[in-house]
Structure formats: structure tokens, C-alpha cells
């Protein structure tokens, strides 16, 4: 950021124009926001790539009937044996049942079970616009109807609307449990890195004045249909927008207080660290922002539909953090950092500290360090290979066991395993027996049934005797769908919610492979832009993805382990490496503009050691911060959501402890100069200490 600008929006006039800008956007935005859960798609649609199989039967589903029409299982269980009262009990419940709104037609059933001890009924249950929110209402009206059974005999309400209603009432809510924790953690770390009880609000505010304010531009998004944002996204939203603000906000305060120290006017001394802080800014927020837009050529919806919404979190952040913070740092004055106020001419103790210690260890034996801490990191990444991500069943999705995953136990103990979870196949009518005869003598197909014919297509529903959110549900699915497309001339599709899973499991099995290598090179051409160098920036991608795999291989053993998790979602190694190598370049960025800085002056080998100890305690605090943002997670009654939260949180810790300030500075001393070929610096030798300087070789 060029100096004249930076003074611009500091000055003594325009710090309040500054201030009233950002009020006004707060007052067009804020409404805005608020509208921002009602513009959330949660459709089954909506998360799946618009090539996969099932999203095509999804589409073909209306011409037999609603799509919007979802079932509602019921079980009922005594364990000695239905009785006829309870017969009559479940018949009575069913017509209060279809008096529920949003149920629609008569409920079916009650269907007993061979042995005789379960009853099963179906109530159909129109989702309309509402979506999950529909289910979420309508689930626990059904159970206040079915909780009255009497004695002995169990009712559970499962099936994919009860499911989809459970899982429907843990997004509710989520964003501002998230956000409460988030704040909770941002508030503690902050009073603890600035000492004062009142700096911390500053960041704080301004990071709620930018979430509101990405809300609502996303809501405008959304709305206008550029992108489609969901519960998931927006939960991630709230953590990144606090997490990654607050960094920036870390990183300017600490320049800021630098000036203070140097300057008597507090407007030329924020000029100043704008001016200085500006570029690393600027480049760690586009490096992020730019990753997370790369989510775009995703074939899953739900993860391509992530990177718009997150990469305007990131960039509203960015412009809050560079605009309004600095106006209300000046309007504020000195005073906010008390009681440990930066007094022009105080001492800047930056060479004491222990990060200047640090360097002057890591400069004894440089080559040794980076060599040792890779092996290390090196062989964190070989847990990588205990990590078991071919997605998670409805039961290991959740934290808690909600009333839905017990009916499924108990559907499957009584009835075919498959039972609600159907399989659909759709083909042309003229080969119906054809397709009928290849799905009923696949291996796992229980029952087949027809589902009606139009437009001279026909559906066919086949019930699994295995658990349709099974691997080995999804194993029949495949099987079906080899058996019905060798029928010639039926141009038949499988669907249904076990497809769902596989075709989400393909997609994002694909998604891995294309959206990674895109990433790297982002961030490759963004650090080769900024540093003016090749040897640099590889090597500072080089530390990020090692860094990634000591992450996950940490991540695999602790989620056996210790959280004792079945496994992890087929999208989540990707999420955790754009989040880690996009938010893990931030670290470099910061370090080695400040190195490059030093260089110019000093060559390389004091360059490196004067940027680790000017950079070290603020991007470990900003590093503290981010991982407990992230780590607020851990809150969330998600597997999904507490995955990311640690994989995020551990790594960011590890890559800002341990390869940011050991590993790449390291490798800086060792290479030397060379790091910033083919620019002219790189031919710069490093300057000789004068026994006259001796403190300069640590302070800037």
C-alpha cells in the first residue's frame, strides 16, 4: 500500500469518513444479514454435482410425483411381542399423524415385522420450499403424537425425514453458537497477547462489523443466484471471517505500536504502518482469498458453492482490517493500549526477546535444524495412511445418537437393513421387466416394487438388505447400476439416497485430485509475484505441504484414537488443505516480506534473523488466535464440523511454532541468498557485523 494512500484513509479528517463509510454499509448490510439463514439451500440437490447419476434421477423424480415428498419412518418395538392394543394405538396415532401439517395423504402401515415384535408406518411429508427447515419442525410434532405409546412399547421416528430433521435441528442454531465460542476465544487471546482491557475490543468490533457486513453481500449473492451458500458454508464463514481478521489485525497493531515508538503524531505513525504492513496484507488476504475461490471447479456443489461465499469473508475482512481498524486505532489514541502504552522514544526490546534467541540457535547449525525437523514432520505425515476418509454413515455424522439413528438400529434389527433408504431406478417403459429382472437379481436387493409410469418412463423402487448409508449399501448401488445400464435400450439411471452418497463420494474423490495441484500453483505464482524470486516461494511451498501431511497423519491417529471416530468425510482432506496451505502461506508471507525487507540492507543471513525476531511474537499470536478460532469448533455436535476445527487448529499451531519459525527459517540461513533467485538479490552478500552495531544485527 502505497504511503499516500495509507495517509489517506488515517488523516485527521478522513479517519472519520473512514468511520462513517463503514457505519453506513453497517446500516445497508445489516439488514441484510440478517436475512442470511433464509437464503441457505440445505436440498439434497443442491450439494451434488449436476453430472452425477442421482442427481438426474433427482431431476426425473417429479414426473411420477413430488420431489419434495419425503418419508417419514415410523418404528414401533416391544420387545416380547406386538400386541393388538398396540396395534391399536399405532392405528389411532396414524390419523393423528396425517392431520400434522405438511404431512401429506394417508400415513402406510402399520407393516409388522417377521418376528413379530416391530411395526413400521410411512408417513409422507411434503418438504415444499422449506427444505430441512420443513423437516425440522415437522419431526418433532410427529414424535409429541408417537411419544405416547404407553408401556413396554418404543416409538422412534427415522427414515430420511426424520434423519434429515435431526440433522436439521444441529444446524440450527449453528451459526451463532460458533460465533459466541469464536469470540469467547478471540476475546481470551487477545487480552492475553495485548495485556489490556480495553485494545482487544478494537479487533473484536471490527471483525463483527465484517461478518455482518460478508453476510450480507453474500445474502445479495445468494440471492441474485451467483452462488449457492449452505448451513455448512455458513458456519465455516463466521470462524474464517474471525479467525483471519483478527490475524490482520494482530499484524497491524503490532506495526502500529512499532510507529508509535518512533513517531509523536499517532496519524503519521498509522500512516506508516499501513504503508509497511499493507503489502504483507494485502498478499496474505489475496493468497486466501484466491484459494478458496480455486473450491469454484469442484464438482461437488456444496464444496464449489464454498469458495465465492468464503472468498468474500475473506476479502470484507481484509478491507475491514485495512480501513476501519486504523481509522478507530487513531480516533482512540495512545490510551488503548494501556497500561502498556507505547511512549515515543520508549525502548522496542525485539533483540531481547525469545525469538531473537531462537535464530541466534537455529544460526549455529542451520543445515542440521531443517534437516531433522523435516524428518520429524516427515514421519508425522506416514499417519496419514491410517486416515480412513470414504465418507461417514448417518450414525458416525453426529457427536450425539439423535432418536432417528436409533430407529435405524432398530429398522434394521426388524426389518431389511435397506428399509426406507429405497434405491430408485428410472428407465424407459418398453424395457421395465428387463430393468425389474436385472435390479431383483442383483445380490443385496431384498424387494422390488413398481412406482408408477409417465411420460414413458417407469420407476422401479428396490429395498437394500443391507444399511443404505453403509459401504456396503453402496457396493449393491454399484452393482445395480452395472446390471440395469447392460440393458439395452433402457436408458436406466439409479438414484436414491445411498447413490447420493456414492456420487458424493466420487465427486469429491475427483475434486481432490483437480482442485489441489490448482492450489499449489496459486499460491506458487502469488509468492513468486510478491518475494521477485522462484527459489523462495518453492521452498515456502515446500514447508506448507509437508506441513500438511505431520497435520493429517496427527489428525488420523487423534481422531482413532483419542476422539474415537469412525472415520472422516470424503471432502474433508480436501477443505483442510486449502484452509492450512492458504492460511499457512499467511505465516510465510509475514516472515519472509520482513526478511526480504532486512535483505535489501543486510543480505540474507541477518535478514533472516532479524525477520524471525520482528515477526516471531506477532504471527504466534495471530497464529494463536486463528487455531482458536478454528478450534471453537470443537464445540459443534458435527464430526465433520470438529475434524476440521482440530485439523485446522493443530495445524496452524504446528505451522507457525514449528515450520515457520524452525523450519523455514532454517532454510533461509542455509540457502542464503540464493532463496531469492533470479532477483538481483540473491547476488547481494550479506553485510558484515561492525563492532560498532552490534545490536543492529537484531533490530530493525
Known sequence: MHRQIA?????????????????????????????????????????????????????????????????????????????????????????????????????????????????????????????????????????????QTGDGLSAYVTGPAGVSGDFADVFDGMDGTLLLAAVSVAVLLLLLTYRSPVLWLLPVVTAGVALISAQGVVYLLANADVFTVNAQSAGILTVLVFGAGTDYALLLVARYREELRRHEDRHVAMALALHRAGPAVFASGTTVLLGMLCLVFAELNSTAGMGPVLAVGVAVGMLAMMSLLPALLVIFGRWVFWPLIPRYGSPDHTADGIWAKLGRTISVRPRATWIGTSLVLGALALGMTQLDAEGLTNEEALIDRPESIVGQEVVAEHFPAGAGQPVYVIANAGQADAVTEAVSTTPGIADVSPGGEAAGRVLISAELDVPGDSAAGRDVVEDVRASV??????????????AVILDTLDAAAKDNVLIIPIVLVVVFVILAVLLRALIAPLVLVGTVVLSFGA?????ALVFEHVFGFDGADAGFPLFVFVFLVALGIDYNIFLMTGVREESLKYGMRRGALIGLAATGGVITSAGLVLAGTFGAMLTMPMVFMVELGFAVAFGVLLDTIIVRSVLVTALNLDIGRHMWWPSALGEKEDVEETPSEPSEVLVR
Open 485 to 498: 445400464h447392460a440393458v439395452d435400450g433402457a436408458d436406466a439411471i439409479v438414484g436414491g439416497d445411498t
Open 7 to 147: 495517509g489517506v484513509l488515517t488523516g485527521r479528517r478522513t479517519k472519520w469518513i473512514a468511520l462513517a463509510i463503514w457505519i453506513i454499509a453497517l446500516m445497508v448490510l445489516g439488514p441484510l444479514a440478517g436475512k442470511f439463514t433464509g437464503v441457505q439451500d440445505n436440498e439434497t440437490s443442491s450439494w451434488l454435482p449436476e453430472s452425477a447419476e442421482s442427481t438426474k434421477v433427482l431431476d426425473e423424480f417429479d414426473t411420477f410425483g413430488d420431489p419434495d415428498v419425503v418419508p417419514a419412518v415410523i418404528v414401533y418395538e416391544r420387545s416380547d411381542g406386538i400386541t393388538a392394543a398396540d396395534r391399536q394405538v399405532v392405528e389411532d396415532q396414524m390419523a393423528e399423524i396425517a392431520g400434522i401439517e405438511h404431512v401429506t395423504g394417508e400415513p402406510d402401515g402399520p407393516i409388522p415385522s417377521e418376528d413379530g415384535r416391530a411395526l413400521q408406518v410411512i408417513a409422507p411429508v411434503d418438504m415444499g420450499d422449506g427444505g430441512w427447515d420443513t423437516l425440522g419442525e415437522v419431526t418433532p410434532e410427529i414424535r409429541e403424537v408417537t411419544g
Open 551 to 555: 497435520s493429517m497423519g496427527v489428525c
